[in-house]
């Protein structure tokens, strides 16, 4: 198999994106378990305060965020191992 730049993007991404999901995700579970009410994801919504949104949003990106750095850095270690190298747009 010939491993391409293009290919690394491509299932970088899609590696990215599902684990950013299952992160919201994650988050959207922890958040209902500890207090009871659903996760609060509209700023206009009567149930939550705009501070609770807030530090929703903020807790979501930066799981969400950190899930994804992890997964590339996984990612590129096995890209690494099967080709030897990393892409050259990594260095």
Do not use: C
């Not at 799981?63 to 191992?81: D, E, H, M, N, P």
């Amino acid at each position: 198999m010939k491993l391409s730049k293009n290919k690394f993007n491509i299932l970088s991404a899609v590696l990215s994106i599902g684990m950013a999901a299952l992160a919201k995700s994650a988050v959207d579970n922890r958040y209902t378990a500890l207090t009871g009410d659903p996760a609060p994801k509209n700023p206009e919504s009567d149930k939550a305060s705009f501070a609770e949104v807030v530090v929703y949003a903020a807790v979501t990106a930066a799981v969400g965020v950190s899930a994804k750095l992890l997964v590339r850095k996984l990612f590129t270690k096995q890209w690494k191992k099967m080709d030897g190298e990393v892409p050259r747009h990594l260095k």
